[in-house]
T-cell receptor, first 114, second 114 residues
Framework: AQSVSQHNHHVILSEAASLELGCNYSYGGTVNLFWYVQYPGQHLQLLLK??????LVKGIKGFEAEFIKSKFSFNLRKPSVQWSDTAEYFC????????????FGGGTRLMVKP | DSGVTQTPKHLITATGQRVTLRCSPRSGDLSVYWYQQSLDQGLQFLIQYYNGEERAKGNILERFSAQQFPDLHSELNLSSLELGDSALYFC?????????????FGPGTRLTVT
């Protein structure tokens, strides 16, 4: 079975600080990896995804994530956060042979102080 | 706006009752996914339909069922409701049958069981 762990449940940063949100997954085979974001009062939307190729993936709004296979990690980063990045962030994994199930982590609530 | 609509937005009902949640996917999307988001369980995949047929099943209780109609809208039926069923229920859609593609999420239905 596949699982996802997000280490930080709550993160508080000041504007212009750098962000790194941890995501580790458990699955022995090939995976597709995703980061979704949920802004206050809005629906979940895709930030970025990794299928194959370059392990450094760039997404929308200046976010990027790095897939490190040896560490089973897919951490999300942003060099300089803005107040508008305040949201909940979800990491998700789909194992290639795990049926068609997308498994989400518990989410990380990010608050950016202006 | 993701293009996925869900009704109703809020639902308050009593234990033992039955409710139906409705989801209309984005135009052209053939897959519909249902998720449950609760404080203790996080975001959990329930079930997927693709072009009218069940494609994948996750942690869906036997008291819950879903279907997808010829016009591709989907309904999630929850019966014999318990207090623990109180949660936010999301629907998502995607063009293809595999969850390797981006899923577009609706705004959710907040169910409160009293």
């Amino acid at each position: 079975a596949q699982s996802v762990s997000q280490h930080n449940h709550h993160v508080i940063l000041s504007e212009a600080a750098s962000l790194e949100l941890g995501c580790n997954y458990s699955y022995g085979g090939t995976v597709n990896l995703f980061w979704y974001v949920q802004y206050p009062g809005q629906h979940l939307q895709l930030l970025l995804k990794y299928f194959s190729g370059d392990p450094l993936v760039k997404g929308i709004k200046g976010f990027e994530a790095e897939f490190i296979k040896s560490k089973f990690s897919f951490n999300l980063r942003k060099p300089s956060v803005q107040w508008s990045d305040t949201a909940e962030y979800f990491c998700a994994v789909k194992g290639q042979n795990a049926g068609n199930m997308l498994t989400f982590g518990g989410g990380t609530r990010l608050m950016v102080k202006p | 706006d993701s293009g996925v609509t869900q009704t109703p937005k809020h639902l308050i009902t009593a234990t033992g009752q039955r409710v139906t949640l409705r989801c209309s996917p984005r135009s052209g999307d053939l897959s519909v996914y249902w998720y449950q988001q609760s404080l203790d369980q996080g975001l959990q995949f329930l079930i997927q339909y693709y072009n009218g047929e069940e494609r994948a099943k996750g942690n869906i209780l036997e008291r819950f069922s879903a279907q997808q109609f010829p016009d591709l809208h989907s309904e999630l039926n929850l019966s014999s409701l318990e207090l623990g069923d109180s949660a936010l229920y999301f629907c998502a859609s995607s063009p293809q049958g595999t969850s390797s593609y981006e899923q577009y999420f609706g705004p959710g239905t907040r169910l409160t069981v009293t």
